[in-house]
T-cell receptor
Framework: DTAVSQTPKYLVTQMGNDKSIKCEQN?????MYWYKQDSKKFLKIMFS???????INETVPNRFSPKSPDKAHLNLHINSLELGDSAVYFC?????????????FGQGTRLTVV | KNQVEQSPQSLIILEGKNCTLQ??????????LRWYKQDTGRGPVSLTI?????NTKSNGRYTATLDADTKQSSLHITASQLSDSASYIC??????????FGTGTRLKVLA
């Protein structure tokens, strides 16, 4: 009964590969997010979707392509992986916007590109 | 430029002691300010949320303050426990869909 679940939890892959991270929320929330946490533990927004529509794209390279088949799922596909993509990626969801509601985070996916 | 700065970067205290973490923020437009706790290997979990008009908010042993004039917030932890060891992240909400995260304070509570 995990609220926001991501798979896989760990992902090790070689440079140049294409990989996907899946995210599902069972909270009935309208908005979902992808965040990247770098080695300095700094979290930064990548994408935000509201009811399957892209709301925020924070100058993320177009090698990153989010896909939202329905409002309970927001998957992240990454093409041509680079060493600098190594980080922990967090999915989150909130009921509508963040002005009055909080975001609930998944456990994170630790991506290591070798 | 939107940014959130936290201090100290890391902190070690003995179990049972109190501590205070600091946050300075420049977020516009400003909606609210949150403190999140992130355990190692886990996602952040919300502790408190304060809007522009709120000065203080408590959640058990955690008490957050907000000074909207100086754009400063603090998180006070009372009677610390070993389980309080984590990163504490100050987060400003800007507009409807954007969080501005601080770099966090890593707290270590020793027995």
């Amino acid at each position: 009964d995990t609220a926001v679940s991501q798979t896989p939890k760990y992902l090790v892959t070689q440079m140049g590969n294409d990989k996907s991270i899946k995210c599902e929320q069972n909270l009935g929330h309208d908005t979902m997010y992808w965040y990247k946490q770098d080695s300095k533990k700094f979290l930064k927004i990548m994408f935000s979707y509201n009811n399957k529509e892209l709301i925020i794209n924070e100058t993320v390279p177009n090698r990153f392509s989010p896909k939202s088949p329905d409002k309970a799922h927001l998957n992240l596909h990454i093409n041509s992986l680079e060493l600098g993509d190594s980080a922990v990626y967090f999915c989150a969801s909130s009921q509508a916007g963040l002005a009055n509601t909080e975001a609930f985070f998944g456990q994170g996916t630790r991506l290591t590109v070798v | 430029k939107n940014q959130v700065e936290q201090s100290p970067q890391s902190l070690i205290i003995l179990e049972g002691k109190n501590c205070t973490l600091q946050c300075n923020y420049t977020v516009s437009p400003f909606s609210n300010l949150r403190w999140y706790k992130q355990d190692t290997g886990r996602g952040p979990v919300s502790l408190t949320i304060m809007t522009f008009s709120e000065n203080t908010k408590s959640n058990g042993r955690y008490t957050a303050t907000l000074d909207a004039d100086t754009k400063q917030s603090s998180l006070h932890i009372t009677a610390s426990q070993l389980s309080d060891s984590a990163s504490y992240i100050c987060v400003g909400s800007s507009g409807t869909y954007k969080y501005i995260f601080g770099t966090g304070t890593r707290l270590k509570v020793l027995a």
